[in-house]
Structures are given as structure tokens and as C-alpha cells.
């Protein structure tokens, strides 16, 4: 069964992966829902036992491992919260940019891009600094020093 | 350079404001002064130490100890630090009206000149691998504000960097080489260390690490070129920097450590080798270069090129002459370097081509400098004497290249430091004196009469240096400096040292063919090219991957994916995979959880191959049903329910979406070359990351935890009033992470409603 969930698991991981690397925000967005799916599958699986459901456990009973239960919970609906608030922020991407397509918003990333590189350049200043000490070593031995002593 | 922009900026326009009395600088001279004699009263007392716990789990131990060594160097801190910052206060006050910057400034100098006096007093007492490194880079952290102290200057905002980049990195070596060491012999505690350690191949690679963070603090060649540039700084700083704390400290690590270094005969080779080079290059530099911080700085070189040599002998002799040499030279050159500071402060002028016949007009600097320039130089009545007699005595029980090399050294110091003081007191007049105060000769003055008294009474020094040399070597160590008037080889030494020395000072044409040719070489084939290579590949290296990083919202993601996947590749190459993983039974209602599970498996791969967004938002809800299937057969009902709960929920949220969102564009370009191509490429990403997932998951689910809280749980939930214990745990156990968790599902929700919204939140 390990492997089976481990299959599963990589399945639902890797086309989530492969979903998150198109250009379309939506299948982005499914790419989340899978990868998420994915982990809670995952730490279901890591149940140390599988048998009954946890609820009056008597004795005699063999009960499923309910702390992996609890943590899936929280996952489902951490994973509900973060798809919605995706989708929203895809709608309104598409309200302001009539598009929800990657290549389609590069423009607007080009523009940020070139706003980037100015504070790039700003910081390449600074470094080259370093160059404009170079000259002091080589001036640090005067000419009229020599002079003087010829 | 700001100090000339500062002085014509006072001189084209109204006088500049004055400031108030220093005090903040007078506190700090007090407080060194207080530990100075602290740390006397402590060594006279016999040296006492302790040591807490810090970290017990990592076995980290706060231990001080105040020995002969710690005390030295803790006295050099302390006292040569109360001097220098008597002198600053005054240095500093005229600096900082010349810059026309307020009295306000002080407060980023003082704070950072009293913690370095602190960290070295920190490092010459600390007795653990781990805190001499928080020292040390303490120390560096200090400089670097110190050394870029005139921040508006971009000169001294690149050689802080380059002080900073050069010893910090380095220092990163000596904490590799403490692991190492803890690794191999369990304990980060010099003493136990030096107990322990033998010769092994660990031990020469610990060894070498730590040998490298030192020789690069005390600036041996080849990475001295962070030090010349250092005299960016103030002077005090400077004086500071170069005799009593930063690179003195990398000279205190291997007098600290020398006994695990002592293990590898290669490391004691290097240190001899690097000494020396150290002491030919330094020297040969100090003696034609014009700007008076810059011979001063070159000859810091070679003067801790003497005691890494010293150091590298090993003998109990030069061990004890290296503790000397520490003593002797630090009086000496913080001197030196006062001198040069006031004489710079009264004239404007920091070139030796610009000044000259200061001797009268400045009579008591130039006898008090000339005093300290004759110790560094080693002439007889002066402390200096006695270190180069213990250096020649040291070198000449190594052998005879030693003892050519000695004679060479002492000349080179002899050559370089007369000029410099001839240059500067003597000949014609120079400059103008505009600027004269007491409290900026005063320490010189001091100085050179501690030199004059260590000259006639030695003892005291000598004791220190004895006590300080037996904690480098191990073993007691006889340090007996005096004057001998006899044929010794010691004397006639000296003696071809002040021959050859003379001869040097009287050959200028000679020293500067010498000085410029190497120079040059180091121009053109420096590390220093090395160095500023290195920077601006990492500059450009890092400009570009950041520029892949932010090129569209694909590259970020694979920004993350990328060394993620990376990382978990090396996890998986460097953990065995004997045994770890499991296939694990089948039984009971598994046989229908491996149909879904291939159901789901299935339909995961049609969303991915996928054109229509309907379809994919059906096919994720078929994934997510059955997905709750799964949960109810392995017994977790409450999952399975949240699960189908959800699950409606999205579907519904999905569709919804789709129905606001615009129709799918017609692909223009599909089957395009370009796309196939992205396609393809998107295919393997895919692939690679569910084959890391596959085997990370595989490996995670075949190593079961051998026990869980889980019994607890059960055994405990009647007692929370909770006959389904999933329900305890959220509710009760784990009560807390629900309550984190719902107010994330708050902020989505506030995030959800501004966003239909457009912004208005009602």
C-alpha cells in the first residue's frame, strides 16, 4: 500500500507541477488544488495504523491513527481558503488586464522589469566604486618623489 | 581624499562651527583605562577564569580565562585602547568640524570603538573554538563601521567592504575548522581540544582553516590587501586597528590554538613560508610609498610577518619572542601612527613629498616618535631592542636561511621607518603648522617613555611575555631579554641589520626601482585583482539569476521548484537507501482503495493533458470525491466528510469562476515550433518533480515513527468531552493551531470579498 500511496501522491505532485508551469491562470490555479490534494493524501497516508474510525474507542478496538487525521483537517481547509483567494485574485486580474494568459501580462511585467534594472544600475554603482580605487596604489608612489631623488 | 575636501571647504567658506568637548570619547577612555586595570589587577592576581553553559545541547560553553596570553593582549586593548581614545577626542573633533558634521556623529564612532575594545578583551580570554569566532567577527563587524566611518566618502565605504568581505569570509574557514575538530574529537573547548588532538589528516585540514581565518585578520600576504586600504579610516581607528585589536587578534588566535596547528608540520611550514613573504612584501612596499598611513600600513604587514614566523618555528624561544614582539611592536606603531594623525591634523598634508623639517616646529613629536620609530626600528635603549634580539636569537636556533631572512627583515624596518621619520622631521621645511594640541601629542609622548622604560627595565614585559608564551607552547618558556656586550650571534646580527639598513636609507634610487617594481607586479598580478574579480563575477552572477528570477511569474516559480528539487536530489544521493524503502501489505478494504487510487492517478494526468477549463474543474472534482472515498475507507469519517464538504464547495467556486471569467482566447499558434518546444519542456519539469515527490514521499512513508502521541490522544479524549477523538484534537489538543488556522480562513475571506469588490471592503 506504501507505494500505492506514494504513486498516488507523486502523481497528483508532479501534473501540479506541471499545471503551475503553464500560461493560463487558471490551470494555475488547479495546479495548486492538485499539489495540495497531493499533501493531504500524503500525511493521511503516514497514519501509523488503519482500522476503525476513532470515534467511543473501547478496549478491544482497532483504532485508526487520528493525528493525521487532525492535520489533514486543517490542510482541506487551508487549502479551501488559499484556491478561493486565488481564483479571486485570477478574476480580478482578468477584470483589469482582460486577459488571465501569462504572455499577455509580460507587458506589464516589462514595465516592472525596467523599473528593476534603474535600481539595478543604482546598485552597480555602488560596486564599482571598487574600481575607482584601483588608481591609488599605483599613484602612491609619487612622480615627485622620483624626481626628487633623481 | 575628504580630509583636503573637508579643510578647502573651511577655507573657501566661514569658519567652520565648533564643537563641544567630547565626552562620549572621554567615557570611553575611562572605561578602557578601567580595564586596563582590571586586567592588571586580574594577571597580578594570578588569572582567574569561568565558564556557563550557553547552548548545552550543542555542547557551546561561555569560558573565560584570563592567562598570560589573555592578558597581554587584553592589556594592549585596554591600555593602548584608553590612549588612542584620549587621542581621538581630540582627532575627532577636528575631523569632524573640517567635514562640517555635527557633534551627533560621535555617537557612531564611540559605540562601535568601545565594542571592539570589548571584543578583543572577549577574544584574548575566550578558552572556546565557537566564542573565539563570535569574537573575531565581532571585531570585523566593528571595523567595518569604524574603517567606513566617513560613510559620504566612497573610497571608505569600499575598503570597509573589502576589510569586512576579506576577514569575515575567511573567519567562516576557522568555524569550519571548529566542526571539523568537534566532529573528530567532541568538544569545542581549547584546553580539552589541545588534549585530545593528534596528528590525523582532520587535523591538518582543521588546522590549515583556522591558520587561514588568522593569517587573512592579520593581514599576510596574499590577502594583505585589505589592510593598506583600511587607512580610509579615521587615525585613531587606524592606530587601534593595526596594534592592539583586529589584526593583532588574527596573531592572538594562532598564539591561542598554536598547539593544534603544532600537530601538522604543514601548517607550521605555511605559517613559516607566508611569515616570511609576508615580512620580504610588506617591507619592500613600506619603503618608497608617499602617503604617511600607507608606510605605516605596509610595515603592520611585516611586522606580523615576524611573529607568523615566529609562530611557525615553534620553539618554546619564539614562542616566547613572539608574545614579546606582540608588546614591543604594538607600543611602537599605535605611536607612529598618532604621530602621523596630528601631523596630518596640523598641516592638511598626508604625503611624505609634501612635508618635511618638522622636527622644529614640532620638537616634542618628533623626539616622541623618533623614540617609537627607534623601537620598531630596534635600537638599543628602546623596548624594540629586545624583541628583534629574541627574534634573532629564535632565528638563529631555526637555521641559517632563517637567519638571513631575520637580518633582511631588520634592515627593511630599519630603511623604511628612517625615512619616514627623516622625511618628516628633517630637511627642508614643508607645510604649514596650523593646528597644535596637547592632547594629540600627549600619548605619543607616552608612549615613547614606555619604550624607553621597557629599553632599561625589562622585566615586567619579559614576565608577561614568559607566562604568555607557556600558554602557546604547553611547557615553561624562558624569556631573558638584556643587553650583552659581546660577540654574540644575536648582536653581530643586529649589528648587519643596521649596516644593511643604513645602507638601504642611504640608496633611495635602489629602494625605489625595489619598491615600484613590486608594486607594479602586485598591480598587475595582486590578489587584489583576484579579489575585485571575484566581486563583480558575484555582482553579475547574482544580477543575472535575479533577472531570470523576476522575468515573468513562470521563471519565479521555477526559481523555487528548481532548487527545490535540486536540494532533495542531493538529500537522496547523500542518505543511504538500504532498507529505507518499504511496499508495505495489502489487505482488507485496501483492495478498494487501489482501484480509486488508480482512478485518481488517472484522472490527474487527463486535467493535465486538459484543453477545456470545464473539463478541468469537473476532473479535479472527480479527483477530490474520490480522494474522500479514500478517507472514509481507512477509518477517518471526519476527514472524509470535510473532504466531500469542500470538494462541493470548490467545484462550485470553480464554476462560478469560470462563468465571470472570459472566454478561452482561440490558440493562434498551437502546434507552433515554439510551443511544442515549451511543451515538451514543461512535460520533463513535470516529470522530475513527480519523481521527487515520488521517491521523497516513498522514503517518508516507508520510516514510520516508531511511537506518536496518537495513544495519548485516545487515551486522553473522554476527558476532554469528546467521544470522536479527530474532534478532540482539533478542538482541544491542538486547540490553538485551529484557532491560527481560522483566522487564515478570516483573512481569506476579507482577501476574497475586497477583491470582488474591487477594493471597497463594503
Known sequence: MIIAFALAAAVLFGSGAYLLLKRDLVRMVAGIMLISQAAVLTIIASSLNRGQAVIHVGPDDDPSDPLPQALALTALVIGLATVALLLAMVHRVVVVFRTSEQDALAATEAEVEARLERKRQADREEVEGVEGAKEDDAEAIEHEELGRVR | ?762
Open chain 2, 1 to 762: 581624499m575628504a580630509l583636503d575636501r573637508g579643510r578647502a571647504a573651511r577655507d573657501e567658506a566661514a569658519p567652520a562651527p565648533r564643537l563641544t568637548p567630547d565626552w562620549p570619547g572621554w567615557v570611553a577612555c575611562a572605561t578602557a583605562a578601567v580595564g586596563f586595570f582590571a586586567c592588571l589587577v586580574g594577571w597580578l592576581a594570578g588569572g582567574d577564569g569561568f565558564s556557563v553553559p550557553w547552548a548545552p545541547s550543542l555542547d557551546l560553553h561561555l569560558s573565560f580565562r584570563l592567562d598570560g596570553l589573555g592578558a597581554i593582549y587584553g592589556l594592549l586593548a585596554t591600555g593602548i585602547g584608553a590612549l588612542v581614545f584620549a587621542y581621538g577626542t581630540r582627532y575627532m573633533t577636528l575631523h569632524l568640524e573640517h567635514e562640517r558634521r555635527g557633534a551627533v556623529e560621535r555617537w557612531r564612532f564611540w559605540p562601535w570603538m568601545l565594542l571592539f575594545a570589548m571584543a578583543m578583551v572577549g577574544l584574548a580570554t575566550a578558552q572556546d573554538l565557537v566564542l573565539v569566532f563570535v569574537f573575531f567577527d565581532l571585531t570585523a563587524v566593528c571595523s567595518y563601521y569604524l574603517i567606513g566611518f566617513d560613510r559620504s566618502d566612497s573610497k571608505a565605504r569600499t575598503s570597509a567592504v573589502m576589510a569586512l568581505l576579506v576577514t569575515v569570509v575567511s573567519a567562516v574557514a576557522m568555524l569550519i575548522g571548529a566542526v571539523l575538530l568537534y566532529a573528530a574529537y567532541g568538544t569545542f573547548a581549547i584546553p580539552e581540544l589541545i588534549e585530545r588532538v593528534g596528528p590525523s589528516e582532520t587535523t591538518t585540514v582543521a588546522a590549515a582553516l583556522i591558520a587561514v581565518a588568522a593569517l587573512a585578520k592579520s593581514a599576510q600576504v596574499p590577502l594583505h590587501f585589505w589592510l593598506p586600504r583600511a587607512m580610509a579610516a579615521p587615525t585613531p581607528v587606524s592606530a587601534y586597528l593595526h596594534s592592539a585589536a583586529m589584526v593583532a587578534a588574527g596573531v592572538l588566535v594562532i598564539g591561542r590554538v598554536h598547539r593544534l596547528l603544532e600537530r601538522s608540520e604543514l601548517v607550521m611550514t605555511g605559517l613559516l613560508v607566508i611569515g616570511a613573504l609576508s615580512i620580504v612584501v610588506g617591507g619592500v612596499l613600506a619603503l618608497r610609498r608617499d602617503r604617511l598611513k600607507q608606510v605605516l600600513a605596509y610595515s603592520t604587514i611585516s611586522q606580523y610577518g615576524y611573529m607568523v614566523l615566529l609562530y611557525g618555528m615553534g620553539s618554546s624561544t619564539s614562542n616566547g619572542a613572539a608574545a614579546f614582539y606582540v608588546m614591543a611592536h604594538a607600543v611602537a606603531k599605535s605611536a607612529l601612527f598618532m604621530t602621523a594623525g596630528a601631523v596630518t591634523m596640523a598641516t592638511g598634508e598626508d604625503r611624505l613629498s609634501k612635508l618635511g623639517g618638522l622636527g622644529r616646529r614640532m620638537p616634542v613629536l618628533a623626539v616622541a616618535s623618533a623614540v617609537a620609530a627607534a623601537s620598531l626600528a630596534a635600537l638599543p635603549l628602546t623596548i624594540g631592542f629586545f624583541k628583534d634580539e629574541l627574534f634573532f636569537a629564535a632565528a638563529w636556533e631555526e637555521g641559517s636561511v632563517t637567519t638571513v631572512l631575520a637580518v633582511v627583515a631588520a634592515a627593511l624596518t630599519l630603511a623604511y621607518i628612517g625615512r619616514f621619520w627623516v622625511t618628516l622631521f628633517l630637511g627642508a621645511e614643508k607645510g604649514q603648522v596650523t593646528e597644535r594640541s596637547v592632547v594629540m601629542v600627549a600619548p605619543v609622548a607616552f608612549l615613547a617613555a614606555v619604550t624607553v622604560v621597557g629599553g632599561l627595565v625589562t622585566e615586567p614585559f619579559a614576565r608577561l611575555a614568559a607566562s604568555a608564551g607557556e600558554v602557546t607552547a604547553g611547557r615553561p618558556v624562558e624569556v631573558d631579554p638584556g643587553y650583552h656586550l659581546e660577540l654574540s650571534p644575536e648582536n653581530l646580527m643586529a649589528i648587519a641589520a643596521w649596516t644593511l639598513g643604513g645602507l638601504l636609507l642611504a640608496a633611495p634610487r635602489l629602494t625605489t626601482v625595489l619598491s615600484r617594481t613590486l608594486a607594479r607586479a602586485g598591480d598587475l598580478f595582486g590578489p587584489r585583482r583576484g579579489y575585485e574579480a571575484m566581486l563583480h563575477g558575484l555582482d553579475r552572477a547574482s544580477a543575472g539569476v535575479h533577472g531570470l528570477e523576476v522575468r515573468d511569474l513562470r521563471s519565479s516559480i521555477a526559481a523555487v521548484l528548481v532548487p527545490a528539487g535540486l536540494l532533495v536530489g542531493l538529500a537522496f544521493a547523500a542518505t543511504p537507501t538500504d532498507g529505507a524503502f518499504a511496499l508495505g501489505h495489502v489487505s482488507g478494504a485496501d483492495w478498494v482503495i487501489l482501484p480509486l487510487l488508480g482512478l485518481i492517478t488517472v484522472v490527474t494526468l487527463v486535467i493535465a493533458r486538459s484543453r477545456s477549463r470545464l473539463a478541468i474543474a469537473l476532473a479535479l472534482s472527480v479527483v477530490g470525491f474520490a480522494l474522500a472515498a479514500v478517507y472514509a475507507l481507512i477509518g477517518a469519517p471526519d476527514v472524509a466528510l470535510v473532504a466531500v464538504m469542500v470538494e462541493t464547495m470548490l467545484a462550485l467556486v470553480f464554476v462560478a469562476a469560470l462563468a465571470r471569467l472570459p472566454q478561452e482566447e482561440p490558440d493562434e499558434d498551437r502546434g507552433s515550433v515554439v510551443r511544442k518546444k515549451r511543451r515538451r519542456r514543461d512535460v520533463v519539469a513535470g516529470s522530475i518533480a513527480g519523481l521527487a515527490a515520488f521517491v521523497t514521499v516513498w522514503g517518508f512513508l516507508s520510516k514510520p515513527a516508531a511511537e506518536s502521541v496518537s495513544d495519548d490522544h485516545i487515551r486522553l479524549a473522554p476527558e476532554a468531552h469528546g467521544g470522536d477523538v479527530v474532534t478532540a484534537i482539533v478542538a482541544d489538543f491542538r486547540g490553538l493551531d485551529t484557532l491560527v488556522e481560522i483566522t487564515v480562513l478570516l483573512v481569506a475571506v476579507i482577501g476574497v470579498a475586497t477583491l470582488m469588490r474591487r477594493g471597497k471592503t463594503w
